[in-house]
């Protein structure tokens, strides 16, 4: 037995000898590493396993939380059009990319409930382009329709199922008005409203003639102007001569850009579609009009990070009269 035991004490040491010999070449927490003995070496070992082992334990419901944790971003504007001087509250959703809140969406569609909206508008990429939970989807959305008119347009990901005709065609069915580069006027507690939803996919999106039609066309209209579109770019970050920015009207409710994916503390939104790295419009208020969804969903990418879905609660009030 004491044979036993020298040996394998000397196979220790030899070991110890060995890895003191690359030692200069390691790092000083290295170096202090391979200078302990065998027992201390298994035990700090085990101890990072247990660690790393904790770490990867904690990915799964951290990638939940950060997909999953529902959030109101609440904005207030004012405008003259306010006629009837009572606020008109909308509830702004965008890019649920087929995802569910809950079973068939109960979750969110409880939390725009809690916030009384007096219209719901919907900005697109409502499915996903694999179209899944299609039935789901259009069940939720009729049951929109008992809140609060609610009114809808095309992303760039529903023609992609091959189902755009029959989905516009379902969503109508449940009340929703979906506007397919069309026109609709409601009457929002003695407010009219004139809504506008483009479809860009649906025109030439380098041929900014159409679009240039339908806003002048609204531009003309009573009440307050709405526009409603999946992309957020031609408001202002295209060529001035061609940007909607130029035309009057009191809002616009756009998506697509999944609020910059990621949010670094300090800089901003990391990646939107078409805009590339470090966007300059991703989630917010732009230009007291521009209202961006950071959206619901995830397209391709299956991580927000920093970057919660969120409804939008924008709050149009009457002008001040001072
Ligand atoms: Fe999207």
Request: charged share 20%.
């Amino acid at each position: 037995m004491a044979t036993i035991d020298t040996m394998s004490l000397s196979k220790s040491a030899l070991k110890q000898s060995r890895l003191l010999k690359y030692a200069p070449l390691l790092p000083s927490a290295a170096r202090r590493f391979a200078r302990l003995d065998t027992c201390r070496r298994y035990l700090l070992t085990a101890l990072v396993l247990v660690v790393i082992l904790i770490g990867c334990a904690m990915i799964p419901p951290f990638v939940r939380h950060q997909n999953n944790d529902l959030r109101v971003r609440e904005i207030a504007v004012s405008s003259d059009r306010i006629v009837s001087g009572q606020a008109v509250r909308i509830a702004h959703l965008s890019d649920l990319h087929s995802k569910q809140f809950g079973q068939g969406n109960s979750e969110l569609l409880a939390k725009i409930q809690s916030l009384e909206p007096d219209l719901i508008v919907n900005t697109g990429d409502t499915l996903h382009q694999s179209g899944d939970y299609y039935e789901e989807i259009v069940t939720f959305f009729g049951q929109l329709t008992d809140i609060a008119p609610t009114v809808s347009v095309m992303g760039n990901h529903e023609p992609r199922t091959g189902k755009r005709a029959d989905f516009i065609r379902d969503l109508q069915a449940e009340g929703i008005h979906f506007l397919d580069n069309e026109f609709l006027q409601l009457d929002i507690g003695g407010t009219p409203v004139s809504l506008l939803g483009i479809d860009e996919r649906y025109f030439d999106r380098l041929d900014s003639r159409a679009h240039e039609l339908l806003l002048q066309e609204l531009s003309e209209m009573s009440g307050l102007r709405v526009v409603l579109s999946h992309y957020p770019n031609e408001f202002s970050l295209i060529e001035e001569d061609r940007a909607w920015n130029r035309f009057d009207f009191e809002l616009m409710f756009a998506g697509h850009a999944h609020g910059g994916q990621w949010i670094v503390p300090g800089i901003g939104g990391l990646f939107a579609p078409e805009q590339w790295l470090f966007p300059v419009q991703y989630r917010g208020l732009y230009e007291n009009r521009l209202v961006l969804s950071p959206g619901l969903g995830n397209s391709h990418f299956p991580l927000r990070l920093n970057n919660f879905p969120e409804i939008m609660l924008v709050e149009v009030g009457p002008a001040s009269t001072d």
